[in-house]
């Protein structure tokens, strides 16, 4: 099981990021995926959550309106489109997946498995 992010970088304020989290050694369409961040001297955080089917989908009530997580599990991907973005979504962000058919969740420690993280860094 591998996941690998992608699509960081630096955006000024109110800018626009897609991020991707593209699996291998396994198909999605059985897993939850979850994006989660880490800004500096903070904790990591949940951020967004879609499930297997893509029927449930949580988000953090600080990126509502602004943020929209998709997948297609055609290509083993799953996406976190990133609109309106802040100073405060600087952070290294993370996709994380479970082998479940459960409701979709910000719960890190429901992960078992993690990607190496992507810099997302939003400053003028």
């Known amino acids: 099981v591998q996941l690998v992010e992608s699509g960081g970088g630096l955006v000024q304020p109110g800018g626009s990021l897609r991020l991707s989290c593209a699996a291998s050694g396994f198909t999605l369409d059985c897993w939850l995926i979850g994006w989660f961040r880490q800004a500096p001297g903070k904790e990591r955080e949940g951020v967004s959550c879609i499930n297997s089917r893509g029927g449930s989908i949580a988000y953090a009530d600080s990126v509502k309106g602004r943020f929209t997580i998709s997948r297609d599990n055609s290509k083993n991907t799953v996406y976190l489109q990133m609109n309106s973005l802040r100073p405060e979504d600087t952070a290294v962000y993370y996709c994380?997946?479970?082998?479940?058919?459960?409701?979709?969740?910000?719960?890190?420690?429901?992960?078992?498995?993690w990607g190496q993280g992507t810099q997302v860094t939003v400053s003028s």
């Open positions: 994380a997946t479970v082998e479940s058919y459960d409701k979709a969740s910000l719960l890190e420690n429901e992960f078992d498995y």
